[in-house]
């Protein structure tokens, strides 16, 4: 019995007393249905004295389902059951991972059509349509949750490096921190010591982008972005006159009166909004046009980003 069937009631093998067939059936399997979401296996329907002629009653009458070949529809299926049933038919020591276990934690904002399962390397499961079953060579030990799921920051990682492409793994670890699943530390060490694993080396820059907001600006190098993108290169870190003493921007043209400035994480946070909007306001009461791009928009969106830019420099009089 995998790890995600549960018994919640001792084996029953005959009708309580006073009751029939039916209402035997409805009381032993009522528990299981409001805690998995109205699904159950064969595995736990047998444990709980409930026959394969039983099932084939229920069905017949209109008030079970057959979901799979290892899963049961008791009720309206919840959240959780299309999870479950992916686990329970894979017949297989598996676990929700990736994505799935992501969405399973709460991460909210983001649709995927495919359950993501990890299983080790070598593990004999069955394929099931819309279920993508990832064999790991190694595997930590730490399940948790009901169904079970890998551990958030390995879930994460897993995310991103299976994501479809570097934008949508960017954007993946960027939410799981920003929903406070986990944090860019937690990840930084975890992918210091993670085994080789898709698109590592981006991954370890995109967590230092998270971690250090607008200070990983150098990691980015927004001076070479600028050159490949055949604008002229900016001064950094200028000082200013600001509403509240002196103010570095982190990029200006003064030339064309353009000023970047580079979002880090943080500035989404507390009253760091307030003093953006006071220093952009004063910016441009004195003839500056401020574009804010966002740390991450660099990794996903450089051509977007960078095409204002050039728009703004060429309203300023640069060709």
């Excluded at 919640?8 to 009708?15: E, G």
Aim: glycine share 10%.
């Amino acid at each position: 019995m995998s790890t995600s069937e549960r018994i919640v009631s001792t084996p029953l093998s005959l009708p309580l007393p006073g009751c029939g067939r039916r209402k035997f059936r409805a009381e032993v399997t009522r528990q299981l249905a409001e805690l998995q979401d109205g699904v159950c296996s064969r595995t736990q329907l047998r444990a709980l004295g409930v026959t394969r002629d039983d099932v084939r009653h229920e069905v017949a009458a209109g008030r079970w389902g057959i979901a799979g070949a290892q899963t049961v529809q008791l009720s309206t299926g919840g959240a959780t059951a299309g999870w479950r049933s992916a686990i329970w038919e894979t017949r297989g020591d598996a676990r929700l991972d990736g994505v799935t276990a992501l969405l399973a934690a709460g991460l909210t904002g983001w649709n995927e059509d495919v359950v993501h399962l990890s299983v080790m390397a070598g593990s004999r499961v069955r394929p099931v349509p819309g279920v993508h079953i990832h064999q790991l060579r190694s595997r930590e030990n730490d399940v948790v949750g009901d169904p079970p799921r890998t551990s958030i920051d390995w879930a994460a990682l897993r995310a991103a490096s299976w994501a479809s492409s570097d934008r949508a793994a960017t954007t993946l670890l960027a939410m799981a921190v920003q929903q406070r699943l986990t944090t860019a530390a937690r990840l930084r060490r975890l992918l210091e010591e993670a085994p080789a694993i898709h698109r590592v080396a981006h991954l370890r820059v995109v967590v230092r982008d998270i971690a250090g907001g607008a200070q990983a600006l150098s990691e980015i190098d927004f001076a070479r972005l600028c050159r490949q993108h055949g604008l002229p290169e900016p001064s950094r870190q200028v000082p200013r006159s600001g509403p509240g003493g002196r103010i570095y921007l982190d990029a200006e043209w003064p030339t064309y009166g353009v000023v970047v400035e580079i979002d880090g994480s943080q500035h989404r946070a507390g009253l760091a909004t307030v003093s953006d909007a006071l220093r952009d306001n004063h910016l441009t009461i004195h003839g500056s046009r401020v574009l804010r791009i966002p740390v991450l928009g660099l990794r996903v969106e450089p051509e977007a980003f960078l095409a204002q830019l050039g728009e703004a420099l060429r309203r300023g009089g640069w060709s």
